[in-house]
């Protein structure tokens, strides 16, 4: 069957959905048609309808890059202005306006680089959700920081005059000199955890660690931080409960209980005029759906007076920072003033640094098997890694406040819309640095109503603690010793730092900076529930496959007769862009993030006689 260029959509789409007996168009790489397939026949043979090393028509990637790219939009806002609020800057647009740009900007840069230089899977890179913990400490910790620019009243009894004295002290401090001195703060502290975070994956640190640390432990130290994401959410929702239960609930009507039902959306092409495919836009875009009919709400809410007095939830604020916000605006290194260096919150970083590391692993995985493709061999990982350190110290340049990240939401979609190619993830970073480049773009999405925006994170972190809690079908449930380490590693995570909030002074050894690195490392529920678990998981007795570690360690050399159930054969995807000449010198065995030439050339043989074997007899 041959489709036109219109039909060509939909014979796509049609497949996407599962449609029985549709036909399927196989693409070659110049374009020309090969041969037509039934939609069993290609989801039998590897679950997708484009593969890793595809390359779908222009229009095809087009949609499905923009699909991927408005999936996570929401949590770039959300985790933007977690880090305006922890530096003083919620009450600013412009400043909100800049950093949600060059969040985009960086979102962007890192999908690119990941993808083309990285592990080279399909994955999106965005705004690490691991920095909400140290970036909430800094709000509960140190709540009267953002009083410096602020006038102080001292009252004074007068012994003479026998009368109180007000003295009312001025600020030496403007708003915008505050804000900067905080950001400065936060970059040359992530600058420095990018670093850190570059030379885990360059020297091939990640599979040491890899030795130690498993399910058991990263399990509930990431878990801590899906507890601690709740402080934001209640924050942004409880502004207006109504809308943001109702955001909420209409995310989880779309995106679970109408899963199964395919959306009926009329279309027209020349060979079969008029006509109505179904497809799942309303689970794709459950969230965004939900949060477009959230802010609609809040304005007839608005228009009908419902929201006096409460401009957190109207519509008609804030539309003076659109029209003030260029159209186009450029970030660069330096934007909000040259970096500086707190030891508290480096540590906090460098804790969420270690965790983010461990994150991306296991969504690497997660990723390589949704792909139906072998696991990342060492050198991928450790490149994946590096990649990611490299672009969290361009961040912290920027002044982004926070790392970038693998999204295991987006791996999940490639799961659901069966399109795993990396030529939609390439766009999909484009789109994200064209997002990052157009000011108007940002000052829009400031404007969110924070209930709205509250809806949509119950849903999101809840779906995040989901994810994580999945980890456990690597462990050894029915072991007393993995049960006592979860539930003894959460509740030490949730007790310490609850004391260091509840008794400022609790902490006193004669040295406020001492006490300050200290109220910060015990006050990060991530410090204290990752090193237990640690400790714990690698003193008491246990096999490697009770605590899960097998399951997540990958093999340099896949076992006899495994290289046939992968889609791609080989591990060769994960192959740097190189040229052949300079990735066959014998020079590269001891770089951790490339391949060993000879290893490869074992593989590649070995693969060879096994299709060979496979052949039937002549």
Same mark, same amino acid.
């Given at each position: 069957?041959?489709?036109?260029?219109?039909?060509?959509?939909?014979?796509?789409?049609?497949?996407?959905?599962?449609?029985?007996?549709?036909?399927?168009?196989?693409?070659?790489?110049?374009?020309?048609?090969?041969?037509?397939?039934?939609?069993?026949?290609?989801?039998?043979?590897?679950?997708?309808?484009?593969?890793?090393?595809?390359?779908?028509?222009?229009?095809?990637?087009? *949609?499905?890059?923009?699909?991927?790219?408005?999936?996570?939009?929401?949590?770039?806002?959300?985790?933007?202005?977690?880090?305006?609020?922890?530096?003083?800057?919620?009450?600013?647009?412009?400043?909100?306006? !800049?950093?949600?740009?060059?969040?985009?900007?960086?979102?962007?840069?890192?999908?690119?680089?990941?993808?083309?230089?990285?592990?080279?899977?399909?994955?999106?890179?965005?705004?690490?959700?691991?920095?909400? @913990?140290?970036?909430?400490? *800094?709000?509960?910790?140190?709540?009267?920081?953002?009083?410096?620019?602020?006038?102080? @009243?001292?009252?004074?009894?007068?012994? #003479?005059?026998?009368?109180?004295?007000?003295?009312?002290?001025?600020?030496?401090?403007?708003?915008?000199?505050?804000?900067?001195?905080?950001?400065?703060?936060?970059?040359?502290?992530?600058?420095?955890?990018?670093?850190?975070?570059?030379?885990?994956?360059?020297?091939?640190?990640?599979?040491?660690?890899?030795?130690?640390?498993?399910?058991?432990?990263?399990?509930?130290?990431?878990?801590?931080?899906?507890?601690?994401?709740?402080?934001?959410?209640?924050?942004? @929702?409880?502004?207006?409960?109504?809308?943001?239960?109702?955001?909420?609930?209409?995310?989880?009507?779309?995106?679970?209980?109408?899963?199964?039902?395919?959306?009926?959306?009329?279309?027209?092409?020349?060979?079969?005029?008029?006509?109505?495919?179904?497809?799942?836009?309303?689970?794709?875009?459950?969230?965004?759906?939900?949060?477009?009919?959230?802010?609609?709400?809040?304005?007839?809410?608005?228009?009908?007076?419902?929201?006096?007095?409460?401009?957190?939830?109207?519509?008609?604020?804030?539309?003076?920072?659109?029209?003030?916000?260029?159209?186009?605006?450029?970030?660069?290194?330096?934007?909000?003033?040259?970096?500086?260096?707190?030891?508290?919150?480096?540590?906090?970083?460098?804790?969420?640094?270690?965790?983010?590391?461990?994150?991306?692993?296991?969504?690497?995985?997660?990723?390589? !098997?949704?792909?139906?493709?072998?696991?990342?061999?060492?050198?991928?990982?450790?490149?994946?890694?590096?990649?990611?350190?490299?672009?969290?110290?361009?961040?912290?340049?920027?002044?982004?406040?926070?790392?970038?990240?693998?999204?295991?939401?987006?791996?999940?979609?490639?799961?659901? #819309?069966?399109?795993?190619?990396?030529?939609?993830?390439?766009?999909?970073?484009?789109?994200?640095?064209?997002?990052?480049?157009?000011?108007?773009?940002?000052?829009?999405?400031?404007?969110?109503?924070?209930?709205?925006?509250?809806?949509?994170?119950?849903?999101?972190?809840?779906?995040?603690?989901?994810? @994580?809690?999945?980890?456990?079908?690597?462990?050894?449930?029915?072991?007393?010793?993995?049960?006592?380490?979860?539930?003894?590693?959460?509740?030490?995570?949730?007790?310490?730092?609850?004391?260091?909030?509840?008794?400022?002074?609790?902490?006193?050894?004669? +040295?406020?900076?001492?006490?300050?690195?200290?109220?910060?490392?015990?006050?990060?529920?991530?410090?204290?529930?990752?090193?237990?678990?640690?400790?714990?998981? +690698?003193?008491?007795?246990?096999?490697?496959?009770?605590?899960?570690?097998?399951?997540?360690?990958?093999?340099?050399?896949?076992?006899?007769?495994?290289?046939?159930?992968? #889609?791609?054969?080989?591990?060769?995807?994960?192959?740097?862009?190189?040229?052949?000449?300079?990735? +066959?010198?014998?020079?590269?065995?001891?770089?951790?993030?490339?391949?060993?030439?000879?290893?490869?050339?074992?593989?590649?043989?070995?693969?060879?006689?096994?299709?060979?074997?496979?052949?039937?007899?002549?």
């Amino acid at each position: 069957m041959e489709c036109d260029n219109d039909f060509e959509i939909i014979c796509e789409m049609e497949n996407h959905v599962g449609e029985e007996g549709m036909k399927m168009v196989n693409h070659t790489e110049n374009g020309h048609v090969d041969d037509t397939v039934t939609v069993e026949e290609k989801e039998c043979e590897d679950g997708l309808i484009y593969k890793v090393t595809d390359n779908p028509p222009m229009h095809l990637t087009i *949609l499905f890059a923009f699909q991927q790219a408005l999936l996570s939009l929401a949590n770039q806002l959300a985790l933007s202005l977690m880090v305006a609020e922890a530096v003083c800057g919620d009450k600013n647009p412009e400043f909100k306006t !800049k950093l949600l740009s060059t969040t985009l900007l960086m979102d962007g840069i890192t999908t690119l680089a990941m993808v083309l230089f990285g592990v080279r899977l399909p994955l999106f890179q965005g705004a690490a959700f691991e920095y909400v @913990v140290p970036l909430l400490a *800094l709000q509960t910790l140190y709540p009267d920081r953002c009083d410096a620019g602020k006038p102080t @009243v001292t009252t004074m009894f007068n012994e #003479t005059t026998g009368m109180n004295l007000t003295i009312v002290t001025n600020a030496t401090v403007d708003e915008w000199e505050l804000i900067m001195s905080h950001v400065q703060y936060l970059q040359g502290s992530l600058m420095t955890a990018g670093f850190i975070h570059f030379l885990i994956g360059a020297t091939g640190f990640v599979g040491l660690i890899l030795n130690f640390v498993g399910p058991v432990t990263i399990v509930p130290t990431i878990l801590l931080i899906g507890i601690y994401m709740q402080r934001a959410a209640v924050k942004f @929702v409880s502004v207006h409960w109504g809308i943001g239960l109702l955001t909420a609930g209409l995310s989880v009507i779309f995106s679970l209980y109408l899963a199964r039902w395919k959306l009926p959306i009329p279309m027209w092409t020349k060979k079969r005029g008029c006509h109505v495919m179904r497809y799942p836009l309303h689970q794709v875009f459950a969230i965004l759906i939900a949060m477009l009919i959230g802010w609609g709400v809040s304005g007839i809410f608005t228009a009908c007076g419902l929201l006096e007095g409460n401009d957190l939830a109207r519509t008609d604020i804030g539309h003076e920072a659109i029209a003030d916000a260029n159209w186009f605006y450029f970030p660069y290194p330096g934007q909000f003033g040259p970096p500086d260096f707190s030891v508290s919150v480096f540590v906090g970083f460098l804790i969420a640094t270690m965790i983010s590391v461990l994150d991306s692993i296991g969504d690497y995985y997660a990723c390589a !098997k949704t792909c139906n493709v072998p696991p990342p061999p060492n050198h991928a990982t450790n490149r994946g890694i590096a990649i990611e350190g490299l672009c969290t110290f361009f961040s912290g340049i920027m002044g982004c406040g926070h790392a970038t990240s693998t999204y295991g939401g987006n791996v999940g979609a490639v799961g659901i #819309t069966k399109v795993g190619s990396r030529q939609v993830f390439v766009l999909c970073g484009i789109i994200y640095i064209a997002f990052g480049l157009v000011g108007k773009f940002s000052a829009v999405f400031i404007t969110i109503p924070h209930p709205v925006l509250g809806g949509a994170l119950i849903v999101m972190f809840g779906m995040f603690i989901g994810v @994580v809690l999945s980890n456990l079908q690597y462990v050894n449930l029915t072991s007393t010793r993995n049960l006592a380490i979860i539930g003894l590693s959460v509740i030490m995570g949730l007790a310490v730092p609850y004391w260091v909030e509840k008794t400022p002074d609790g902490i006193q050894t004669g +040295n406020e900076n001492a006490d300050r690195i200290l109220r910060t490392l015990l006050g990060n529920a991530n410090l204290t529930g990752a090193l237990l678990a640690c400790f714990m998981d +690698n003193t008491l007795p246990g096999t490697k496959e009770e605590r899960g570690i097998t399951a997540w360690q990958s093999s340099e050399t896949p076992e006899e007769g495994q290289s046939s159930v992968y #889609t791609q054969g080989d591990i060769s995807l994960y192959d740097p862009l190189l040229p052949e000449r300079v990735k +066959n010198l014998s020079i590269m065995k001891y770089i951790p993030f490339l391949p060993n030439p000879k290893l490869k050339q074992t593989k590649r043989d070995s693969f060879m006689s096994e299709e060979m074997h496979s052949l039937p007899a002549l």
